[in-house]
């Protein structure tokens, strides 16, 4: 089974032992099959997604381009085409995955019962680690409003990093940001000030990517406005991905997390 080097991204074993077992002792009508059938899901996806990248050429498309290597270039693209879109489906997995785990911890409620809801209840949310929080939060939304819903004009991407990590990166079909958006970005930048690396930035959507994953759901004890704010401004300007492993790692944290929080009130 391919894994990350993180520890906290759990192979079928370690899903059974840390994670699985523990919440069934606190809560026995959880459905080990269902729940962990929809985390296989996941591996799967991830599993191929690593064997994908493997296939990848060592060289840069650009530079494949450059040196007229037109069948290598064509693979690339490809390649590239077909890991976004798995990854677009991680994501998706990831969050089917979440919704099954939740309904069987709430005891299989009538009325929905997601990320989103666990994330806005004053009763659950502020016990869960504030990273870990907002990494699932952040999680749900991208695929809620970036990924599933098109409801604006956007174009796809991909953005790779100098050391070859992979994000998506959705981006206005005419890449152009609000200027009211961009207003309210400086305002956002001017409060959380402290966060390394923020004042630097000098491009709009790199900004606009930083507060994303940066500002926390809650704050004194409620939730954040600026969350919602931040939530808003992506959905029209896009942002970055977290990378396949990193999408895999949020969910694992956010489970194992869950033993400190089940059972939930009914």
Request: net charge negative.
């Amino acid at each position: 089974m391919v894994r990350a080097s993180d520890d906290s991204w759990l192979t079928y074993n370690e899903f059974l032992e840390s994670a699985l077992r523990p919440l069934q002792s606190k809560v026995p009508t959880l459905d080990g099959t269902r729940t962990y059938m929809a985390y296989h899901d996941v591996l799967n996806l991830s599993a191929l997604i690593h064997d994908l990248e493997q296939s990848a050429p060592d060289a840069p498309i650009y530079e494949l381009a450059q040196q007229g290597q037109q069948p290598e270039v064509v693979k690339a693209f490809d390649l590239q085409s077909k890991t976004a879109t798995l990854h677009r489906a991680l994501i998706e997995f990831c969050c089917i995955y979440l919704v099954v785990l939740l309904h069987e911890l709430k005891g299989t409620p009538t009325k929905e019962f997601n990320v989103g809801h666990f994330c806005r209840d004053s009763n659950l949310a502020p016990r869960i680690n504030d990273g870990v929080l907002l990494a699932i939060h952040c999680l749900y939304v991208f695929r809620n409003k970036l990924v599933v819903h098109h409801d604006l004009p956007r174009q796809a991407a991909v953005h790779w990093s100098r050391d070859r990590e992979r994000r998506l990166m959705p981006a206005p079909l005419d890449l152009q940001m609000r200027d009211e958006d961009r207003a309210v970005l400086e305002q956002l930048r001017g409060r959380y000030g402290s966060v390394p690396g923020l004042q630097s930035l000098t491009n709009d959507f790199n900004l606009l990517d930083k507060l994303f994953h940066s500002i926390p759901p809650w704050a004194a004890g409620k939730w954040n406005p600026d969350r919602t704010t931040i939530d808003e401004i992506a959905e029209r300007g896009g942002c970055k991905s977290p990378t396949a492993d990193e999408t895999v790692r949020a969910i694992c944290a956010f489970t194992l997390s869950l033993a400190d929080v089940v059972p939930f009130q009914r």
